[in-house]
């Protein structure tokens, strides 16, 4: 990993929770007690049941480093149309492995069974998990990689799965074995088939390239070659699908220093990939952030974006690194030369919420810190919304926003009751309570400037369907 702090905090390698969902391809459950996962529909009791058996003893469920709160997914392999179990685990001996289970009929009996495991060669753990055809002959193929000690940082094996093979005694051969600092599954070139794209990085040299690989005919090939900045610290993500209408290509954070990133875009462009961000006649210091972003669709539109920080108007002058308060934008491009934004929030990382700004409040509200005594004891942390005039420098808090312990929500709820405003919840969460308290605008205001404030308010529906829980926090 860079030398760089990153804003989203690592998911922890034991899942954390006893949820199992039937929504999408995957679900997760405690690591350590799967008895206590619900009795649903659709089979996953029995999973749940069957995985428990086929666990070594002692052995714990883990997640993926760059997978979603998910130990167990579900996906189908081998392409016979069925949907085998994906079970990522450490054993007591600290080895993690990757257990492939299908239903059918084993040894006499009905229902789920081990069919191989992927055993870890590296000792550092899995670090991703995909499942997609390469090659369009509706077989599809399997790609896991591993965490490494040195460099390179991770090695990857891509795999075909035969339906009709016993793996119980030997896991599949794999088709290649690649080493790689960043890699995705996605369109890259608009074929509407997805690739294996990779970013390789030589630090010492201080060199790095851009591949793109495609399954053909049960080979891998190295089809593109590009070469890219070696002089980051690391890349730390990649984005691989549509950046603009109809034009599709990769998006690159990289680290830089103790805590800045950079950002670039390249767009697939006459069977090669060209430059779009930074712009190559633009200034080459608009790629870099003060802290790591981190692209993709951040908006949901189904075209890939990058998210550039923006200081938060009106903080004094002499504040340190640390105490600066920044807002996120997400910046789309038109397929031409414009990056335009096309989503702003404010994100508190250490609370685990963001808060999306309207169109109407771009330009015109801006966030400081809170801290809120209570009268019982202790200081809970929050973050004022302001109403600010960058000319006049006037501002008054719109609402003040607390994530709160449930433990210590009825006293803060007392006092708030006291200093006025309208309270809301807007959600309790993981024995947290999110909640806010409305502000007025100052008396001393003009008619004209308070109708301005006041028209910047949300109600507490609206405040909801802004506010997002950060998932990784």
């Known amino acids: 990993m860079p030398p760089m702090q990153i804003r989203r905090p690592l998911l922890t390698l034991l899942a954390a929770s006893a949820l199992l969902t039937t929504a999408g391809c995957q679900y997760t459950m405690a690591p350590s007690d799967l008895l206590a996962v619900p009795q649903t529909e659709n089979g996953n009791a029995e999973l749940a049941q069957a995985i428990r058996v086929a666990l070594p003893p002692r052995a714990k469920l883990t997640l993926p480093d760059q997978t979603s709160l998910a130990a167990v997914r579900k996906a189908d392999v081998d392409g016979d149309g069925h949907k085998e179990a994906i079970v990522t685990y450490v054993t007591d001996l600290d080895v993690e492995q990757v257990m492939v289970m299908r239903s059918g009929t084993s040894g006499g009996r009905q229902g789920w069974h081990k069919w191989f495991t992927l055993a870890e060669s590296t000792g550092y753990g899995v670090d991703w998990l995909a499942v997609d055809d390469l090659d369009d002959d509706g077989r599809p193929e399997m790609v896991v990689g591993w965490n490494e000690y040195d460099e390179p940082q991770h090695r990857l094996f891509i795999y075909t799965i035969d339906a009709d093979a016993d793996l119980l005694q030997s896991p599949p051969v794999p088709l290649a074995e690649l080493t790689y600092e960043q890699a995705k599954l996605g369109d890259m070139d608009g074929n509407g088939t997805a690739e294996l794209v990779v970013i390789q990085h030589e630090r010492e040299q201080m060199t790095a390239s851009l591949h793109l690989y495609r ?39 990289g680290g830089i220093g103790a805590h800045s990133s950079l950002t670039n875009v390249l767009a697939w462009t006459n069977g090669r990939l060209m430059r779009v961000y930074p712009p190559v006649t633009g200034r080459e210091e608009e790629q870099w ?8 669709d951040g908006n949901g539109d189904g075209i890939l974006d990058i998210e550039t920080l923006v200081e938060a108007p009106g903080q004094p002058d002499d504040r340190s690194y640390a105490e600066t308060l920044w807002v996120e934008e997400r910046r789309q491009w038109d397929g031409d030369r414009t990056f335009d934004v096309v989503q702003r929030r404010y994100a508190d990382y250490a609370q685990g919420y963001a808060l999306r700004f309207p169109e109407s409040w771009y330009g015109q509200v801006t966030v400081s810190r809170l801290e809120q005594k209570l009268e019982t004891g202790g200081v809970i942390d929050g973050t004022a919304f302001e109403y600010y005039e960058a000319k006049t420098k006037r501002r008054a808090p719109m609402f003040w926003l607390y994530a709160v312990p449930l433990k210590q929500w009825d006293a803060l709820e007392q006092q708030w009751k006291t200093e006025g405003g309208a309270i809301e919840v807007l959600t309790k969460s993981a024995g947290m309570v999110y909640a806010v308290l409305q502000r007025e605008a100052p008396k001393a205001w003009e008619d004209e400037t308070r109708e301005r404030f006041e028209a910047m308010q949300l109600s507490a529906e609206e405040l909801a369907k802004q506010f997002d829980l950060i998932p990784d926090h």
Not at 226 to 232: N, Y
Not at 235 to 253: C, E, H, K, S, T
Not at 289 to 296: D, I, V, W
């Open 215 to 253: 399954v053909s005919e049960g080979k891998v090939k190295d089809e593109l070659a590009a070469p890219i900045d070696g002089t980051v610290d690391g890349y730390y993500n990649l984005a691989v699908g549509q950046i603009a209408a109809g034009r599709y290509g990769v998006i690159m954070d």
């Open 289 to 296: 952030n003060a802290s790591s972003t981190f692209s993709g």
